[in-house]
């Protein structure tokens, strides 16, 4: 548990959803005004009054949220990234979020920032789908060696998450995310096409050179329109609503299942809660199930590997049993064999097992 340090001097933070405001967090010594809770982002939990409890409780929801909207220290090249910004190598949620914080905590993935309540700054002077991303991060991002000298370029957005080396680039206006890291590119990227001729929602990757190196490249399906919530931050505002995950999810049924099915179907062995979610708008109403993606770890899983997505919903089933349950939602007759890939094989048999 942090202590409270009362010689640290007070700064006041507006979280914000695009220009509407949502909450003052005063973070030394974790006070809290809430604006307006219906705009509170659905990953943190943030409580006004003056006890000791809630205050501490307070620090620590928003360190952690700020924290996770900055690249995790575990990942590759992710210290040497750090550096090339002239930041602090960070492992506390605390330094990362201070690091965030130095970004307003920006993504490509939602309309939330996190700015000083004496900095005049708008949502349209910041966002990052309006103002420009250098490429100056990506040959770190993906190959660790930093060559470029505009380092005062660099985007806001650290927050690639996961252990695979990976950087946004911006071209003809437009974002893309590519991945590197061998065999994980090919298993990408034949994970998707393969699941898009069965008709499934997915991100589409596809085969980039960059510096003669294969990196799997997908265009950012969010915008300064559509955001994304994740699974495990949905379940955060669930759990505070004192409401249920599986309920919640209710509406969208289909897309559930035909994602556990997805992946069983592709061998995917790491739908963490991190990788799956909703969409939402500017008015944070969720519109739709997100299309499926990260496939680095298709064609690893058994069919009595644990299907994650259902552990989250309180139900312990095999992915083999998960997609089963799922084949009420599809015509089994879409599930055409496939050809002239290399994993084609794999997808063929697994078609051939559940029909």
Known sequence: MEVMNIFEQ???????????????????????????????????????????????????????????????????????????CGLQQARTDKERASIALQYYCLTLTDFYWVVPINEVRDWNSVSLHRNSLSNAVVDLALKGSPTVTNLHLITSDLSTSGIAPKAWYRENGKFYLYKGDEDAVTKEVEASQILQRLGFNVVDYSYRNYDNELVACSEC????????????????????????LKEELRKWEVEYHLM???????????????NWGLLFNEDRMITSF?????????????????????????EHKTQYEAAVEALQFIDKRKLNIITELKYSDFVNERIRRIR
Request: with cysteine.
């Open 10 to 84: 007070e700064v006041a933070y507006s979280i914000r959803l695009k220009d509407k405001e949502a909450a003052v967090v005063y973070r030394n010594s974790g006070r809290v005004e809430i604006t307006h809770r219906e705009l509170m982002p659905y990953g943190l939990y943030l409580e006004e009054g003056d006890d000791f409890d809630t205050r501490v409780n307070n620090k620590e929801n928003f360190n952690y949220w700020c924290s996770t909207r900055l690249l995790t220290l575990d990942r590759r090249y992710a210290k040497e990234l750090l550096n090339s």
């Open 221 to 244: 399906f969010t915008n300064d329109n559509t955001a994304m919530v994740t699974a495990e931050e949905f379940n955060v505002w669930a759990m505070n609503e004192g409401r249920g």
């Open 290 to 314: 997100a299309p499926l993606m990260d496939f680095n770890h298709a064609f690893e899983s058994a069919d009595d590997t644990l299907c994650l997505p259902a552990l989250m919903l309180g």
């Open 260 to 274: 556990n099915l997805a992946d069983y179907l592709v061998g995917n062995s790491d739908r963490h809660s991190g």
